[in-house]
């Protein structure tokens, strides 16, 4: 699975960003997906899970309220829409994806086979 991910970039506290992550190489509607961060000096740490229908949603708590994970099952994609950011919010941003049977959200880092490159994300304050 190859994935990839765009919409990366610097935000003033309070502003919002889209990330986007395109997948290829499996069928998409088989892949649950999710998103991680990794700070400067920090573990990486799960942000947002989605399961292959959708139907299952899962978000670190702190991140929930802020941002919202959707996919579009049609176009291979998942999004990690982010809304009020915070500095603490600064990481680079990793799409990840497993290819699973059942219609799970998967919060653990040791679900996922594939990660894309990441973007960065940067807020400042």
């Known amino acids: 699975v190859r994935l990839q991910a765009f919409g990366g970039g610097l935000v003033q506290a309070g502003g919002f960003l889209r990330l986007s992550c395109a997948a290829s190489?499996?069928?998409?509607?088989?892949?649950?997906m999710g998103w991680f961060r990794q700070a400067p000096g920090k573990e990486r740490e799960f942000v947002a899970a989605?399961?292959?229908?959708?139907?299952?949603?899962d978000y670190a708590n702190s991140v929930k309220g802020r941002f919202t994970i959707s996919r579009d099952n049609a176009k291979n994609t998942v999004y990690l829409q982010m809304s009020n950011l915070k500095p603490e919010d600064t990481a680079v941003y990793y799409c990840?994806?497993?290819?699973?049977?059942?219609?799970?959200?998967?919060?653990?880092?040791?679900?996922?086979?594939?990660w894309g490159r990441g973007t960065q994300v940067t807020v400042s304050s």
């Open positions: 990840v994806a497993n290819e699973t049977w059942p219609d799970f959200s998967y919060a653990s880092v040791n679900e996922y086979g594939y």
């Open positions: 190489g499996r069928t998409f509607s088989r892949l649950a």
């Open positions: 989605i399961s292959r229908s959708g139907g299952s949603i």
